[in-house]
């Protein structure tokens, strides 16, 4: 199963160091009967990346609980992997799984991550995300800048060389 995974800068890091790394509470974003079934149309394809964007959404999250780490580049993060142990979780989300472990590198089929030019508006959306998700209209602008922001995609031998760059 392709399973969206919300990360961070130095979640990147910590993959490629060791080679492996535990998701925050084991929770991705993934094409799940749940989510297929809450939209009337849309191919896998459509609807993986729905997935994806909801796992960016959750990136914004974990950038706000770093945002005292200075080195911690405020970049939205998703890491793209092929999994066999997930576990739907249509009780949280219609596309929330559960991981029972950590993911290896060899896991990674693709890394999506914010270009530079995303940092300030990123960075304002890991403040008021919670406040979007409520339905305040002004969060809800503040987060609209961010997710305007289309990103990157890497493929997974590429990322050392990224890190490197940033």
Known sequence: MRVYLPGTIGM???????????????TGFALTPALRESYLSGDTEELEY?????????SLRLIG????????LPRRVVISVDVENA????????PVVKLSGPISYEDVAAV????????EAVRAAAQV?????????DAEFVLGEAEDHELAWYAPQELPFLLDLL
Do not use: I, M, N, S
């Not at 990147?12 to 084991?26: E, I, T």
């Not at 609980?65 to 911690?72: I, L, W």
């Not at 999506?112 to 940092?119: G, I, N, Q």
């Not at 995300?129 to 209209?137: F, S, W, Y």
């Open 12 to 26: 990147l890091r910590r993959l490629v160091a060791d080679g492996r790394l535990q998701p925050p509470g084991g």
């Open 50 to 58: 729905v997935a994806l964007l909801d796992a960016a959404r959750a």
């Open 65 to 72: 609980a770093a945002e005292e780490d200075a080195k911690e």
């Open 87 to 94: 576990t739907p979780r249509p009780d949280l989300d219609a």
């Open 112 to 119: 999506h991550v914010d270009a530079e030019e995303a940092e």
């Open 129 to 137: 995300v919670d406040a979007a998700d409520l339905g305040d209209p």
